[in-house]
Structures are given as C-alpha cells and as structure tokens.
C-alpha cells in the first residue's frame, strides 16, 4: 500500500535529530506505525510478536538490539519497557537511538520516571484535508501566523459532499471507502472502545452501556461547554445510577485512549470586569466518531445542519491542531461573562497568537469578524503581542482579506 505522505514525517526526523527516544502517541488507525516505520530502521512489533513475552522474561533489553531508529511498536503492551528503553539511551548516549509507538496511555507507574531529556512527544492524530487530498493547499497557517494576507480561487462546495468527507474522517486506512464503509468504521471503532479498549486502560471494570452512552453524549454535545453534571445526567437517564465522579474518570480514560480531547479555555489575563469562562469544549479526536455514536446517515446530517455546523466546528480544530505543530502553536477557545466567543486561539511559546472564527457559510462572516476585532480590542491593553491574524474559517468562498483588516479563508484550502 502506498504511503501518504504526514505532517509527522517532518516532525519526527526532527526529533530524532536532538533526543535519544521519540514516542508517537495517538489514538489507534490514525497512522502512527507506518509514520514510525518510515524513519525507523528495525522494528519491535510488541502487540503480534509471540517471540517478545518470552524475551520479557528473560532479558527485555534484548528486545532493544537492533538498527536504529529502532520502532518498538505498541510499547503500552508491555510498560515496563519503558524503562529499560530510558536506561539504554543514558547507556548509548546517542540521538535517535528509539521510536515508541502507542495508542493508549499506560497507568503512571510505568512511568514515574519521565524520560526528561531523553524522550521527546509527539501526538498524532488522523490526517488532516490537506493530508487527505481534500485540501488545495493555497493558504498556509504559518503565513497566517506571520501576518500575511491568504489568496485562493473559489471553493467549490457542496453541504453533501461535507458531510460524506465528515462521516469518512482523516483514517489513512479509509483512502480509498466510499461514505458507507466510513460510517461502519466509526460504529465498529465506538463499539470496540465501549466493549474493549477502555477496559483495557481503566483500573476498574467499566460499564460497556454506559460507556456508550457517554460517547453518544459527546457526540451530541461536540463542539459545546456541556459541563460533566449535563454530561451525567444523559448517562444516566438511560442508564440509572451514574455521576460526576465516574463521568470524569470515564473521561480521562478516553483522553488516554487518545479519542477525545478537551479543547482549553485560553488562560489570558484580561483587564476587564468581563470574567473569563474556564470550561473546556468537547471534541473528539475525528468528527467521524461523532457520526459513528449517533449511527448518522448523510441524509440526516443534512436535515440538522445546526449539528454539522458543529461538526464543522470540530473538523476546523482538528486540522488547527495538526497543522499548528509547525509552528509550535497550541489551540484553544475563548469566552468571556459577556458573552463574547471565538472558536479558535492558536497561541505559540514565543507568545504569538491569532484568533480564528469557524462558520460553515460565508453569510456568517461579518458578523464573526466583528467577534474577532472584539476580542483582538479587549487582549490590547493586556497581551504584550498584538494578534499575528485574525481569521474566519469557512466552508465555502475564496481567500482574502477584508478592508477591516480579518482575514477568511475556506477550510479546504489550508495546509501546514
């Protein structure tokens, strides 16, 4: 099967370059060993290798000799591993000694030493429109993040087309499906981390059920602030006894599983009587999940287009978080007591920042632009770096700038 090419593939040489040992985490599909493979010169197949339980027991640093970068793939299946592979590079004391591959996070014992100095992390997630061929590539975040003005031809759009790219999601493994297969590849993946997989992470037997009613609340709720009381309460109307607390463990057992991911508040200090909103929004790793929880067709995307506004929404984030990995960017949300809201901040460790607004329809566009001057008005006097671009991301139309000075610029024609 052929390779696609992965924003990874550039991060991880990277990486390689200045610390001993790379681990690539992710959630399961998203590509994380064929990526690894490329750069890798051996492998240890940990999760199908029979050989390596008997190699545990006598010596597991023999599972470590090998051409390097040397994978060893589904190093979770195992944990202990982790410090042998620690040890061996303060042994070696080369770069690029290891690629450590996982989609799940094990329990923190097998990690109480953190591998500072000789580990570095990357988190993969599956691709993005541009990796996908969905994407023309005319307009390029880290020129946007410079403060450069985006041009592109008109998008051609389709809201049926969205939906059918939505319901399929960035899985490498779904290249060459059609919508059908897709949405049978969500409801299989939602089945498996409700029957298995988040058992496999949890210190306690999880309820499958209720498990699978807290992945369709998600779905529901993707995109929003729903807080973990809400979240609860629609468990447990289906389910009986259910609250806050196991809500919130069940969660962090899907965030080490890699499949959801809370999107943060953005934590400025702002010189306002304007409070600002902490709680984080929901999303999952792919929107393609959200389709799969709720076992939606396209037929009946397209009679809620509120709800695939928000998928969109969640589409948007996920590739603003693949694509600020470049530039080192981390995303976040922004809302204050006053009701103001801006979907997206991308804000980098040298403190550049820019704010993006994600609408579905160019109709949308003046009024989200107004948010974003809003907002770039309020951080002024308290942020010491103006905004690198302020952003409407859409569905349709073309690339430019506005007189005001906002830039807007469809979703599929961003790349890295």
């Known amino acids: 099967m052929k390779y696609h090419l992965r924003f990874m593939?550039?991060?991880l040489k990277k990486?390689?370059?200045?610390?001993?040992?790379?681990?690539?985490?992710?959630?399961?599909?998203?590509?994380?060993?064929?990526?690894?493979?490329?750069a890798a010169e051996s492998v240890a197949r940990l999760d199908v290798d029979e050989n390596i339980r008997i190699q545990m027991e006598i010596d597991p640093s023999n599972i470590l000799q090998g051409a390097t970068p040397r994978l060893i793939d589904e190093w979770p299946e195992y944990p202990q591993i982790w410090n042998y592979i620690r040890h061996e590079v303060d042994e070696r004391q080369k770069k690029g000694q290891f690629i450590l591959t996982g989609?799940?996070?094990?329990?923190?014992?097998?990690?109480?030493?953190?591998?500072a100095g000789r580990f570095s992390i990357l988190t993969m997630r599956p691709m993005s429109l541009f990796e996908r061929g969905w994407s023309t590539g005319e307009v390029s975040l880290t020129e946007l993040m410079r403060g450069l003005p985006p041009c592109s031809e008109n998008v051609d759009f389709d809201l049926g087309e969205l939906a059918e790219k939505i319901s399929l999601g960035g899985w490498p493994g779904l290249i060459r499906e059609r919508n059908v297969s897709g949405r049978q590849f969500a409801k299989d993946y939602i089945s498996l981390i409700a029957e298995v997989d988040l058992n496999r992470v949890s210190e306690k037997r999880r309820d499958p059920n209720k498990i699978k009613r807290l992945l369709q609340s998600l779905a529901r709720n993707i995109s929003t602030e729903a807080t973990i009381t809400s979240l609860t309460k629609d468990v447990?109307?289906?389910t009986g006894s259910f609250n806050d607390e196991t809500a919130a463990q069940y969660l962090e057992n899907l965030e080490r599983l890699k499949v959801y991911e809370k999107l943060p508040a953005w934590n400025i200090q702002i010189r306002s009587a304007a409070s600002l909103r902490k709680s984080p929004k929901h999303h999952f790793v792919d929107p393609s999940l959200a389709v799969g929880a709720l076992d939606l067709s396209v037929d009946k995307l397209l009679a809620d287009l509120k709800y695939l506004g928000l998928l969109f929404k969640s589409l948007a984030i996920r590739d603003l978080r693949i694509l600020s990995e470049s530039i080192g960017g981390d995303v976040f949300h922004y809302r204050d007591s006053t009701g103001l809201e801006v979907d997206a901040i991308i804000e980098c460790g040298d403190g550049t920042w820019g704010a993006f607004e994600i609408k579905l329809g160019m109709g949308s566009v003046p009024e989200a632009a107004k948010n974003l001057l809003k907002l770039a008005d309020k951080v002024k006097s308290d942020h010491p770096k103006n905004p690198a671009t302020l952003t409407v991301i859409t569905g349709n139309g073309f690339a430019h700038s506005r007189k005001d000075g906002v830039n807007v610029a469809p979703l599929s024609t961003l790349t890295e």
């Open 9 to 11: 593939d550039k991060s």
């Open 15 to 38: 990486r390689l370059r200045s610390f001993g040992a790379v681990l690539i985490e992710g959630t399961k599909g998203c590509g994380k060993t064929e990526t690894a493979k490329q």
């Open 103 to 115: 989609s799940a996070t094990p329990n923190d014992k097998f990690r109480r030493h953190s591998g």
């Open 236 to 238: 447990r109307g289906y």
